[in-house]
T-cell receptor, first 114, second 108 residues
């Protein structure tokens, strides 16, 4: 079956522009996570959804970052006024219930802000 | 406010068992213990998880202390492909949050 799919796989944007990163979780998974990972660092938690609602958005670095999951399936991470420091690999993961079951990760979107 | 403590790095010889420790002294009764690993240039990958009892799967074994304040991930025969960063994570009231993990090097 299909795994977690993230699009695009690579995105190059200019400083100051707006970007959207998409995550298609595994069908039926209620929990969805977003992370970002810089070179040489571990995944940094951004936000966690249970169904349609953001159960924990404590990892979003500032108000330029926003994520939605309107129908409890596909999620979009939105970054406004991108900065060079936003360059990283953005990872998405999903799991059946977020606590008792394993999470499956997508291959990530590599965002480069020039 | 890290909930787990792991050694920064460990080294193992190929084809020998590896025991990766994790301390989680503030674990609550409803926290699950998860282990993930990340191979170079890849996304994180699930390894194993448990609540109270020891667990075995095709990749590894998880030994959980009786008081649940520590656990050990056991790779029975390390291969070069097992060289990765291993993360021990508690999930309960908090979501899947990665700490610094243990970088495992495997020597041929």
């Amino acid at each position: 079956g299909a795994g977690v799919s993230q699009t695009p796989s690579n995105k190059v944007t200019e400083k100051g522009k707006y970007v959207e990163l998409r995550c298609d979780p595994i069908s039926g998974h209620t929990a969805l996570y977003w992370y970002r990972q810089s070179l040489g660092q571990g995944p940094e938690f951004l936000i966690y959804f249970q169904g349609t609602g953001a159960a924990d958005d404590s990892g979003l670095p500032n108000d330029r970052f926003f994520a939605v999951r309107p129908e409890g399936s596909v999620s979009t991470l939105k970054i406004q006024r991108t900065e060079r420091g936003d360059s990283a690999v953005y990872l998405c993961a999903s799991s059946l219930d977020g606590r008792r079951t394993e999470a499956f990760f997508g291959q990530g979107t590599r965002l480069t802000v020039v | 406010d890290a909930k787990t403590t792991q050694p920064n790095s460990m080294e193992s010889n190929e084809e020998e068992p590896v025991h990766l420790p994790c301390n989680h002294s503030t674990i609550s009764g409803t926290d699950y213990i998860h282990w993930y690993r990340q191979l170079p240039s890849q996304g994180p990958e699930y390894v194993i998880h448990g609540l109270t009892s020891n667990v075995n799967n095709r990749m590894a074994s998880l030994a959980i202390a009786e008081d649940r304040k520590s656990s050990t991930l056991i790779l029975h025969r390390a291969t070069l492909r097992d060289a990765a960063v291993y993360y021990c994570i508690l999930t309960g009231n908090t979501p899947l949050v990665f700490g610094k993990g243990t970088r495992l090097s495997v020597i041929a």
